[in-house]
């Protein structure tokens, strides 16, 4: 076990409280992956908590919680409880409890359902081990009650399956064919967190192949014509036809759409590096199945990276041609921008000066 952590499990045990890393830590731990989320569950009451870690800079939850950062991690620490009645995907009522395996069962599937210990012991009281090593997904307690509590759990099954590359069980499958349509009631922030999941693995491709068999795109309003993997989310994104109330950020749009439009270009040259830079140029360059190190190279090498560098501006311009402001300036900047990332002029003032006063008549 990682040291950071086991110094938070023995703040709480040294308080004579209960506590152990569960879910999808201990999960990808025993799959041999790395992973940042860290879940601590606990008897210790959220009140308890702000006292033990009155010394951390931490922050208490609604959900009755407290999260805080330890070096790299993202921890959270969760009191033992049940829930009661769900509205749109959520308890609106919770009771604490000090009983590790009633907490147990309000977890969703037994591949995130096993705890570990101080000692870094796998503690499974529900068969969780046993399906991770058959690589298959199956839900804690009543399947349907599960499910109809929290929509989010069919997607939640399907980015497992995806991610991991384990199969449903057979009732998960018969659920979903039957029960697609409620995916449509899961809000659409948590839709987007769980496709971007499934966008960065590796599987997408047969991921969303079998999304497509299911229909469950047809339902999120989803379609594509091919796909090629990308290890950036803009560029999966790029990829895909979205509802138009699909929740991307500005910053998220604008890139997409610029991917787009080198992609729809056909080709990674000067002109590209230089308007659009190396992250964009890069990432459609991907998608085109260029190599990232030799546009990257291609990028380095540029004599300017932008208009600012260029070694004469608007005001100079309006000097040597006697002219009064207007396109005419962006115009003749442009020209010589392509000229000298094309090697035909160095970036000099003296020689881009000369150049504009040998070819007035180019433009005036």
């Known amino acids: 076990m990682i040291e950071d952590l086991r110094k938070i499990l023995l703040k709480i045990i040294d308080k004579g409280f209960q506590a152990y890393i569960v879910g999808g830590y201990v999960r990808d731990y025993i799959l041999g992956k790395e992973t940042n989320d860290i879940d601590i569950c606990t008897d210790a009451l959220p009140k308890d908590l702000t006292e033990i870690f009155a010394d951390e800079n931490i922050k208490v939850s609604s959900y009755g919680s407290i999260k805080l950062l330890v070096n790299k991690y993202n921890v959270d620490i969760t009191t033992y409880r049940k829930e009661f009645q769900y509205i749109e995907g959520k308890p609106t009522q919770i009771e604490y409890i000090k009983d590790l395996e009633t907490d147990i069962k309000r977890r969703d599937f037994t591949i995130n359902a096993l705890y570990m210990d101080k000692n870094g012991n796998i503690i499974d009281k529900i068969g969780g081990l046993n399906d991770l090593r058959n690589k298959i997904i199956k839900v804690i307690g009543n399947m349907e009650d599960k499910f109809n509590e929290d929509p989010l759990r069919i997607l939640r099954a399907l980015r497992f399956k995806i991610t991991l590359g384990f199969e449903l069980d057979a009732k998960i499958v018969e659920y979903i064919h039957q029960n697609k349509n409620k995916i449509a009631l899961i809000s659409n922030t948590r839709k987007k967190e769980e496709i971007n999941k499934m966008l960065v693995s590796k599987n997408v491709i047969a991921g969303f192949e079998y999304l497509n068999e299911l229909q469950i795109l047809d339902v999120l309003g989803i379609k594509y014509q091919n796909l090629k993997y990308s290890d950036d989310i803009n560029a999966m994104y790029a990829q895909l036809e979205l509802p138009d109330d699909f929740p991307l950020t500005k910053e998220e749009k604008d890139n997409i759409k610029q991917i787009n439009k080198i992609v729809n270009y056909g080709k990674?040259?000067?002109?590209?590096?230089?308007?659009?830079?190396?992250?964009?140029?890069?990432?459609?360059?991907?998608?085109?199945?260029?190599?990232?190190?030799?546009?990257?190279?291609?990028?380095?090498?540029?004599?300017?990276?932008?208009?600012?560098?260029?070694?004469?501006?608007?005001?100079?311009?309006?000097?040597?041609?006697?002219?009064?402001?207007?396109?005419?300036?962006?115009?003749?900047?442009?020209?010589?921008?392509?000229?000298?990332?094309?090697?035909?002029?160095?970036?000099?003032?003296?020689?881009?000066?000369?150049?504009?006063q040998e070819n007035k008549g180019l433009w005036l």
């Open 268 to 356: 990674i040259d000067l002109g590209i590096l230089f308007n659009y830079g190396l992250y964009l140029s890069s990432v459609a360059g991907d998608l085109l199945g260029l190599n990232k190190k030799v546009i990257s190279e291609q990028y380095n090498s540029l004599p300017i990276k932008s208009k600012n560098q260029l070694d004469i501006d608007g005001d100079d311009i309006q000097k040597i041609l006697d002219i009064e402001p207007s396109k005419l300036i962006q115009q003749i900047q442009d020209d010589l921008i392509i000229l000298v990332l094309n090697g035909k002029l160095t970036n000099e003032k003296e020689v881009l000066i000369n150049y504009i």
